[in-house]
């Protein structure tokens, strides 16, 4: 059973950061993919960054001026995004998805397991 954990979501003040994770578990397949997209209230939900847990590949589809990195621990169970310099607009619930495909890219579609969601709320 693949199960994606999510962590690290919570309120912060402009300019400050936050790092979530992601921790997958159950994907049986040597080579699989993760991302992070978001979803604010009324709009569709995005994808912010994805990787590849085999080789470290990663794909940045959003435009956030360098503030997100996207990263995975050593033992390729983690996926973290780090969040720097977090602007009002970045207020969202942030996901985190796992994809078996070979090279799903970061096209939401291809992302067929999906966590629970963390909110993220930036506001002074």
């Known amino acids: 059973q693949v199960q994606l954990v999510e962590s690290g979501g919570g309120s912060v003040q402009p300019g400050g950061s936050l790092r979530l994770s992601c921790a997958a578990s159950?994907?049986?397949?040597?080579?699989?993919?993760v991302g992070w997209f978001r979803q604010t209230p009324g709009k569709e939900r995005e994808g912010v960054a994805c990787i590849s847990m085999s080789d470290g590949v990663v794909w940045n589809i959003m435009s956030v001026d360098g503030r997100f990195t996207i990263s995975r621990d050593n033992a390729k169970t983690t996926v973290y995004l780090q969040m720097n310099s977090l602007k009002p607009e970045d207020t969202a619930v942030y996901y985190c998805?796992?994809?078996?495909?070979?090279?799903?890219?970061?096209?939401?579609?291809?992302?067929?397991?999906w966590g629970q969601g963390t909110q993220v709320t930036v506001s002074s």
């Open positions: 159950g994907l049986k397949v040597d080579y699989f993919h």
């Open positions: 998805a796992a994809s078996g495909l070979i090279h799903p890219t970061c096209a939401e579609k291809n992302y067929g397991f």
